[in-house]
């Protein structure tokens, strides 16, 4: 005993040892466990599991507790429908047994053969519009009837056959008349003769749609039903929606419940496959049951489409919160590595901004700042090595008309191809600098040769004239380049880029598409131009400008026919300035549109003054430039003054130049519609040096052609101009338009028109253009002679 309670007392340290080691190692599983939850990846997913199936959970609950309640709805709203068309039919049914009933006692008690001339006296038959009441006799024949056709024909297969002394309401099987195409009910009772024996029918022919006629599609749906079931199991009536059917038969008992608690049940209706919630109710008194059904998928659409929202709701949330988690769990990781990615965004920020401060965004060339520090150390280096370098500036020539046909997505386009042309045209060394819009300018740094600059700018012109392809659309463009070089025309970057820009100009106005070098008397041009430019902003509002009028003749008598007011501008120091000098300054600087509207208003004044004093009415006709023919307030603008001056608008006419008519058909045909409706007169200018045909001109709604000078001036020595002239004439003869010569200075050219039966024409041979009131006089002196051919 002594030994064991040694051994036992021996190894109890050890089992002690043993337990303590074990709860360390749980306790530090548990520590670990505890701080391993608390760490943020761990923590965060945690709480989202839970809070999902939170989410989850009480999402699943209230969609079931919804569709429930919607369900439990859906069985109320069948039972109260059915209730309230029970008691629609029943007392159908009742009128209709009543009906019966009444002819049955006339026409037993009073020995009436025909007792419904006597009922209709006594307003005791129902509406021939529903019912149709008949009496028929032993032998099957229609004796009388409310609808006169049926008296005297014999009683259908469908008439049900009373058997012995059986005097209750027979309903017969529904079938489908022959006339209409409906389903027809037939209600009958027997007639008894004196001695009992089976005398004829009373019966009642009513559609069986008048059954179902109390569907409410706002109830019911589309898909719900309302029924006339036979106790024989074939329905009488049987509405769906819009369709009406009869005749099907099914299992009576299955749907009728057999005792008087009824409820709704939730099947699938064998006769149309649609599961519904269907109450049936027997007729009291009546071998018929209503049926009532609404589509489940009808009813609970609304709960169902509820329930969606719920789940996209929970579905979005849970989606949330599953992003959140991740994006949480991984901070620590992340925050690393934003802050590596802010250093690196810090300086790629600062490379971008550095290009973008010295390249152009769109085609991406040096952009203005660069090219000038560029041209500033070429210049530097030149001086030093005793060089010459060249700067070529470019301006496209029809790119606005781009922009304006195509969009400006199609002009960026453009510019980008226009961009990697002329970096194709260039050497290494040499630089392309887009300067803004459609200007580029070009550093050709080291000139080997005096012909290096013309090789490369003929080079340039070629490549750019090639056509582009737009948006799918071929497009053609031509640019204008203008050079200057060091140091002969200038030693400094601003000198050298402003006097390429002056060649430019000067290369424009030598008709586009080529290239001028600079000299100093394009300087002295480009200062005339500015100060041109500057006059003529505020020579309206010194009324520097005035009218010239220019007459236009009948071909045959001679007679003034009309005008065309001329603007002529009256320089306080230069004198009077020819309108093909500064006509074309107007237009590009777009004081034309102001400068127009003011010829418009004077013309259309002074031609009401002269009618006024007396004059004959003569038409007045007034050029419009293609900038104002582009205005979008032409229209505006001209039904303002036509309404301020009291001018007649038939005797104004707006002459077009054929070019504009030609570059955008679709848009000219817009505005020219809209002078039409003005009542303006419009001719078409310049014609002639075009390429507008037949078809072409028939589009547009032209009163006048006037032939352009170029083509009558040879017309004695130039066959090519006889024959042209003669087709401009016989081409407004077709278009029954009237043909205006313009430019006739000889004898031999009026009689020429003459010969060919030109039908007006002016020019210097018979008037220059003269100031209003010697043009008056010219008005005056004809009005005193008629016959006077000036």
Known sequence: MAIQRASVMTSAPGIVHRESAQADVTNNLFRRGFDLAREAYVLVPLLAALLLSLIWSGTLYLIKVEQARAQQAIAEASLEIGATYEAQILRAMREIDQTLKLVKYTYESERESNPLPTLEARGLLPSPYLFDVSVVDASGRVIASTQPSEAGSRMGQAEPKPLGADTALSISRPWKSPATGEWKLRFSRRFDGSDGAFSGVARVDVDAAYFVSSYDTSK????????????????????????????????????????????????????????????????????????????????????????????????????????????LARMSWQLVQSRLRAG??????????????????????????????????????????????????????????????????????????????????????????????????????????????????????????????LQGQEFRVTASVGISVFPQDGLDEQTLKKNADIAMYQAKQCGKNNFQFYCAKLNA????????????????????????????????????????????????????VAPMQFIPVAEETG?????????????????????????????VAVNLTARQFADENLLADLAGILAETGMDARLLELEIAERLLMQDVKRALSVLTGLKHLQVRIAIDDFGIGYSSLSALEQFPLDVIKIDRSCICDTSSVSEDKALTEAIIAMGRTLSLTVVAQGVETKEQADFLRDNACDEFQGFYFNKPVPADQFKALLDAQAADPSLDT
């Open 525 to 576: 041009d480009s200062l005339e131009r500015l100060t041109l430019e500057l006059s003529l902003r505020h020579a309206l509002e010194r009324n520097e400008f005035q009218l010239h009028y220019q007459a236009k003749r009948d071909i045959r008598s001679g007679q003034i026919t009309g005008m065309e007011a001329l603007l002529r501008w009256n320089h306080p120091d230069l004198g009077l």
């Open 220 to 327: 019911l749906g589309n898909h719900g039903l309302l029924g006339l079931l036979g106790i024989d199991g074939i329905f009488r009536a049987r509405r769906s929606g819009e369709e009406i059917s009869a005749g099907d038969q099914i299992d009576y008992a299955a749907v009728v419940p057999d005792t008087e608690n009824t409820q709704a049940v939730r099947a699938i209706n064998a006769w149309d496959g649609v599961q519904r919630y269907t109450s049936a109710r027997q007729l009291y008194d009546f071998p018929l049951a209503v049926i009532v059904g609404l589509s489940e998928d009808e009813q609970l659409a609304a709960v169902n489409q509820q329930a969606r929202i719920y789940l996209w709701r929970a579905a979005g949330g849970s989606l949330g919160l599953v992003l959140l988690a991740g994006l």
């Open 591 to 619: 004081l034309i549109v102001p400068i127009g509207k003011w010829v418009l208003e004077t013309a259309c004044r002074q031609n009401v003054a002269w009618q006024r004093q007396g004059l004959p009415r003569l038409g």
């Open 344 to 469: 690196e965004a810090k300086i790629a920020y600062a490379e971008s901004v550095e290009y973008l401060a010295y390249h152009d965004g769109l085609t991406t060339l040096p952009n203005r700042s660069l090219f000038s520090k560029l041209l500033s150390q070429s210049i530097s280096e030149a001086r030093r090595y005793h060089r010459q370098l060249a700067v070529l500036f470019l301006d496209l020539d029809r790119f606005k008309q781009v922009n304006d046909t195509l969009g400006h997505d199609a002009g960026d386009q453009l510019l980008k191809e226009v961009a990697q042309r002329l970096k194709a045209c260039l050497r290494a060394s040499d630089t392309v600098a887009r300067m803004g819009g459609d200007e580029f300018v070009i550093l050709l740094p080291e000139l080997s040769e005096d012909n290096d600059v013309t090789t490369t700018a003929q080079k340039i012109l070629g490549a750019i004239a090639r056509p582009f392809n």
